[in-house]
């Protein structure tokens, strides 16, 4: 699956590793900060969050236009200065007044204005790659192997954000617990219930910390250093930006030649520029168009995962594991058997009998090492709601070469669906993914009638386990293929504004993920996962519907 793509492709995918990693630790407990923070509701919290994500995916569309007048190094280089500032001014500890929220919303607006100058025109120049005839045919591929490098640094976000939280905490002898935020800002509030009031209580007395106070000082004086903690967390991210970097300039060699955009191809080889037709030009946008309005639908439905997904894992799900289910919250574990599918597929694909040998040793090596940490691990693990966002990089990683090996065969036998038609399935798939949530939630208290506490009845962890594989089917059909279709089909001369558009496009959707959030507190638990299957299915069917017109463009 490696072999044979151009170095520039592994630079590029592991500077945006680095950067990745960072975006997704800061991601995994934004919506807790900003509620433990400032007490904000759900619907009000989701509404936030819904609208940065849609700045960070809409603000590459800019992006794009600029990299295409300017050049799409220039832009990458200073958008990672400004993501820095942004979360330089995140991660600074302010109270939580007017002073506060401005300083967190001015860095939220620097970081979308930083990651829309440095994402879509990264991908822009894994696409050049493939512009040479050498490389094209592995095209899909390569985004595929580029899309599985994000998210190796997307598995380690959450569980980065966790240890960063507790380390903070524990240096003041207190430990997370989902309970409290809430209940503290009841206490601050004055409206907190005598029951509830007997709930904090309890829990507080379970923190060697809280000794002697009184819930009236344990309450703020709880929410300021938990709030602290995960400003710890965001920390992260401009270290993580700081090695993306190195990586981009120290390896700049290898895919300089795909820093150019159509202006400056032109002008260093005016028999290489192909013109499309006015018409060609149009009907490619057109088809792009049509994709466009698709993924705005999954992306609403997907990026559930930090808002109402966020919430069923904190207010239903048990915050506990024993068994088997314990290696899946083990970082290192996962690590360890998504490294050993490529060794994995490294012995059945090798040439040469030492390659087979080397490999299989490796993949013995790797399962012994993870039953290794799996059996020191404590009979029962405790884990926070931003632990289950690990799970769908993880199943990305792991099932990457799955994916390319299923349709590498089809297309040798000729039988590989389009990106269009992959996209279109991915919808169907997605919407099964929640057919499984909705099925857990069946006999749940709905949220309002919980009235922001955590549900007496806890449900498995297995429920979101597997919520977040079929989601992880749907996302490898569907994203991907998706850039890869967009790198292909856009007019030379709006390559980045094209790739932006993909961009906007997952905005439009971001901003939609506060949809289930305002209804949280409005209808039964089980219906806003009916409402997110209904709008992947229908978003589906409209895909195949126009399929013949979206394929017959890009001939």
Request: hydrophobic residues 50%.
């Amino acid at each position: 699956m490696f072999k044979g793509q151009p170095k520039g492709l592994f630079a590029l995918a592991l500077a945006n590793t680095g950067e990745r990693f960072g975006y997704y630790t800061m991601l995994a407990i934004f919506l807790l900060f900003i509620q433990a923070k400032f007490g904000f509701s759900a619907a009000a919290a989701t509404q936030i969050y819904s609208i940065f994500l849609a700045g960070v995916y809409f603000m590459p569309f800019f992006g794009g236009i600029l990299a295409d007048k300017i050049g799409y190094g220039k832009c990458v280089t200073i958008g990672i200065g400004v993501m820095f500032l942004g979360y330089l001014c995140l991660a600074v500890p302010t109270a939580a007044d007017m002073t506060g929220k401005i300083m967190m919303f001015g860095a939220l607006t620097l970081i979308a204005i930083g990651t829309g100058l440095f994402k879509g025109n990264l991908q822009v120049m894994v696409g050049n790659l493939y512009d040479d005839p050498k490389y094209s045919a592995k095209r899909d591929a390569a985004f595929s192997l580029f899309y599985m490098a994000i998210n190796v640094g997307s598995m380690f976000a959450p569980s980065m954000a966790k240890a960063m939280t507790n380390w903070s905490l524990s240096k003041y002898e207190l430990f997370y617990n989902a309970n409290v935020p809430a209940l503290a800002h009841q206490v601050m509030d004055g409206t907190i219930s005598a029951e509830n009031m007997s709930v904090l209580q309890n829990i507080a007395a379970g923190m060697p910390g809280a000794a002697g106070m009184d819930m009236a000082t344990f309450a703020p004086y709880y929410i300021e250093r938990l709030s602290t903690a995960y400003n710890g967390g965001f920390a992260v991210a401009c270290v993580s930006l700081i090695l993306s970097v190195l990586i981009y300039y120290g390896c700049r060699s290898w895919f300089k030649h795909a820093d150019v955009n159509a202006k400056q191809a032109k002008a260093a080889n005016p028999s290489a520029e192909v013109e499309l037709t006015p018409a060609q030009t149009k009907s490619r946008i057109g088809a792009l168009v049509f994709v466009f309005a698709v993924v705005i639908f999954f992306w609403m439905a997907f990026h559930q995962n930090g808002a109402t997904m966020t919430f069923f894992a904190r207010d239903y799900t048990a915050s506990s594991v024993t068994g088997g289910l314990r290696i899946g919250f083990n970082i290192w574990c996962l690590v360890l058997i998504a490294a050993s599918v490529y060794t994995l597929f490294g012995f059945f694909q090798s040439e040469t009998s030492k390659g087979k040998l080397t490999s299989g040793i490796a993949t013995i090596v790797l399962w012994a090492l993870a039953a290794f940490l799996y059996l020191g691990m404590a009979d029962t693990v405790n884990i926070q709601p931003s632990d289950f966002q690990q799970f769908n990089p993880f199943y990305v990683v792991a099932l990457t070469p799955v994916s390319l090996a299923i349709f590498g065969a089809l297309a040798k036998k000729g039988k590989e669906p389009s990106a269009p038609r992959k996209i279109g399935l991915g919808m169907l798939v997605a919407g099964a993914g929640f057919l499984i949530l909705t099925l857990g939630s069946f006999g749940l208290a709905s949220p309002k009638e919980l009235g922001g506490t955590v549900s007496p009845d806890l449900v498995s962890p297995t429920w979101l386990i597997s919520t977040y594989l079929v989601l992880t089917f749907a996302e490898l059909l569907l994203s991907p293929m998706g850039i890869s279709f967009v790198s292909k089909v856009a007019p030379p001369k709006y390559k980045g504004m094209m790739m932006g558009g993909w961009f906007a496009a997952t905005a439009i959707g971001n901003y939609l993920v506060s949809v289930p959030g305002l209804l949280w507190m409005r209808i039964p638990l089980w219906s806003i996962w009916v409402v997110l299957i209904a709008i992947c299915v229908i978003a589906g069917v409209f895909m195949f519907a126009n399929m013949k017109r979206i394929e017959s463009a890009t001939e």
